[in-house]
């Protein structure tokens, strides 16, 4: 059973332009959440999706957003990029029961 | 908010040595996982446990549920510089479809 997968591994942008990454989840999953998590930080929640809907969102501002789609398969999206935006950005799909997450290698973004 | 609390928060020891970290809430957990971490990548899960006073263990790591649910440790026996990584506890409040919380992480170095 294929594991979760995020494109790309690494990214580097400039500051102000918008950034866009991807995961598909393990199959079977349909809940989606993705995370922030910078050197000396924990995991950071950014928002969960769960059969195309968000379901929780955390303290982050709009320039965050996200979205998921029929196969699962979720986006995030992070506009107007900032320094402090560079981070390592993390999804993770949970088990029916969501008492799991099972988590992909990661995207790394790097703002310039 | 449930919030999860790990101690410590580093910890260096030599090879061969043995190890405890904690997670703890003033919230009873449904269930708790524990994930391993390496630089650059996703945590990965190692375990779940469930029950209150349930005992796991994964080779040399052993993981212990408190009996009031609210409390769990993880202990490595003879530690490998490969152990070497941020040790993460997590679990989703019981009720509510909630977000999956994640303690702040321990990050173990094993020196050889």
């Known amino acids: 059973k294929a594991g979760v997968t995020q494109t790309p591994r690494y990214l580097i942008k400039t500051r102000g332009q918008q950034v866009t990454l991807s995961c598909s989840p393990i199959?079977?999953?349909?809940?989606v959440s993705w995370y922030q998590q910078t050197p000396g930080q924990g995991l950071q929640f950014l928002f969960e999706?769960?059969?195309?809907?968000?379901?929780n969102k955390g303290n982050f501002p709009g320039r965050f957003s996200g979205r998921q789609f029929s196969n699962s398969r979720s986006e995030m999206n992070v506009s107007t990029l900032e320094l402090g935006d560079s981070a390592l950005y993390l999804c993770?799909?949970?088990?029916?029961?969501?008492?799991?997450?099972?988590f992909g290698q990661g995207t790394r973004l790097t703002v310039v | 908010t449930q919030l999860l609390e790990q101690s410590p928060q580093f910890l260096s020891i030599q090879e061969g040595e043995n190890l405890t970290v904690y997670c703890n809430s003033s919230?009873?957990?449904?269930?708790l996982q524990w994930y391993r971490q390496e630089p650059g990548e996703g945590p990965v899960l190692l375990v779940t446990?469930?029950?209150?006073?349930e005992v796991k263990k994964l080779k040399r790591l052993t993981f212990q549920f408190g009996d009031a649910r609210k409390d769990s440790s993880l202990h490595i026996t003879a530690a490998q510089p490969g152990d070497t990584g941020l040790y993460l506890c997590?679990?989703?409040?019981?009720?509510?479809?909630?977000?999956?919380?994640f303690g702040q992480g321990t990050r173990l170095t094993i020196n050889p």
């Open positions: 199959s079977g999953h349909r809940s």
């Open positions: 919230s009873v957990f449904s269930s």
């Open positions: 446990v469930v029950t209150g006073g």
């Open positions: 993770a799909s949970s088990t029916p029961g969501y008492t799991e997450a099972f």
């Open positions: 999706y769960f059969s195309e809907t968000q379901r």
């Open positions: 997590a679990s989703r409040p019981i009720q509510g479809a909630q977000k999956l919380v």
